[in-house]
Structures are given as C-alpha cells and as structure tokens.
C-alpha cells in the first residue's frame, strides 16, 4: 500500500512564498498592462484633439483667405 507524503513545514513555507511570488508577478503585469493601456488611449486623445484643432485651423484660414479674396474683388470691381 502506498503511502501518502506529507510536507513538512519548510516546504510549505516554501510552496505559500511561491505562491505569494506568483501572485505579485501576476499583480504587476496587470499594473503594467492597465498602465499602458491608459497611455496609449491618452496618446490617442491627444492626437483626436490636435487633429481637431488643425482642422478648425484650416477651417478659419480658409475663411480668411475666401474673405481677402472677396475683398480684392470688391476693390478691384469698384475702381471700374
């Protein structure tokens, strides 16, 4: 009949400070993963807003010049 092996208290201590480890290095790849996840989704954000306001920029310099356009023409329109 086989007989079943118990272990003794230093190898418990030694499985409870592998399973204490495991679990830390678990915990800090999560750290790690959500941390970069928030990076890159604010890295995302401010690329949408620059995006944004260049194309606001473009939006206003485009009026300005269609107006500096109008302008000429009523310049050169009135002198006739």
Same mark, same amino acid.
Do not use: C
């Given at each position: 009949?086989?007989?079943?092996?118990?272990?003794?208290?230093?190898?418990?201590?030694?499985?409870?400070?592998?399973?204490?480890?495991?679990?830390?290095?678990? #915990?800090?790849? @999560? /750290? +790690?993963? %959500?941390? &970069? *996840? !928030?990076?890159?989704? #604010?890295?995302? @954000? /401010? +690329?949408? %807003?620059? &995006? *944004? !306001?260049?194309?606001?920029?473009?939006?206003?310099?485009?009026?300005?010049?269609?107006? !500096?356009?109008?302008?000429?023409?009523?310049?050169?329109?009135?002198?006739?």
């Amino acid at each position: 009949m086989a007989s079943i092996r118990v272990p003794n208290d230093d190898e418990m201590k030694l499985m409870e400070n592998a399973g204490k480890a495991s679990q830390e290095r678990r #915990e800090e790849a @999560e /750290k +790690e993963r %959500i941390k &970069k *996840e !928030r990076i890159e989704t #604010e890295r995302i @954000e /401010k +690329e949408h %807003i620059a &995006k *944004e !306001r260049q194309a606001a920029l473009d939006k206003l310099s485009g009026k300005v010049k269609e107006k !500096r356009h109008v302008n000429s023409w009523l310049s050169t329109n009135s002198a006739l």
